[in-house]
């Protein structure tokens, strides 16, 4: 008997918060408790949990689709046999996203088409399943948006709308040169970030080319501290996936051989 009242409460206490979920009253769900009849509240209770399914669906697309991702990726199709971690994170850690919530930052460093972007990518849309706020942009789309929004005096609105984040992915760092006062407008970014929300950002170039990069060694410090304090560096490999599997791929050994025999 004590068992039967403990799952009708149970019970209850469920239907109740999906009730007040589409904003019933608590007059509203004690009638729909006391005045339904068992089957009524049963076909109820079932109607609620569609409608929150079809709900949480379509908010997990709309957060994918605001997050910017060049394509769909998912976890399960990395290959993480040339992923190196640190041992201060390992790689059920970076799996289970803690990273977001601690508000730490990951660095991919690796050749390109190691797989930086495409395990970016993953975590992303895993962040955005699990509701997390995500955007992904290229360091170049990055500073086209700050340039642009500072011309239109509205930097402040967009560093704003970036610092309310929980991820802001940041591929292909270092595929471009960088101006003094970019280098700037990405300093601010990150500064924003530190200790308020989660960066990963993908390179091919180690710190000591960052410099060279933004044209600035001092920026360029002031940025690799931010990231390295709270950061983990993650290294992707030197092995070219994207060469591996393409269909060119015996063209272009053939080329390399050739251009090796011929000492060109």
Known sequence: MKAKQAQKELFNSSFTNKLRQFFFSQEGVRQALENGTPKQIEYLNELLDCELARRT??????MIKHAGFPSIKSIDEYDFSNVRFPALM?????LSLEFINQKRTLIFYGICGSGKTMLSIALGIRACNEGHKVKFMTMSQLIA??????????LERTLLDLRKLDLLIIDEWG???????????????????????????????PFS??????????LATAIIDQLVHYGHLIDTGSKDWRLEHSLMRDQVVTVKKGR???GK
């Open 57 to 62: 669906e379509s908010r997990k697309a709309r």
């Open 90 to 94: 390992s790689k059920e850690e970076v």
């Open 145 to 154: 948006r700050l340039a642009k929004a500072r011309s239109e005096e509205l």
């Open 175 to 205: 595929y471009c040169q960088v101006s003094r006062d970019d280098a700037q407008l990405l300093f601010r970014v990150i500064a924003d970030s530190y200790e308020n929300k989660s960066l990963i950002v993908t390179t091919n170039l």
């Open 209 to 218: 080319e960052w410099g060279k990069l933004m044209t600035d060694e001092q």
């Open 260 to 262: 090796e025999d011929t």
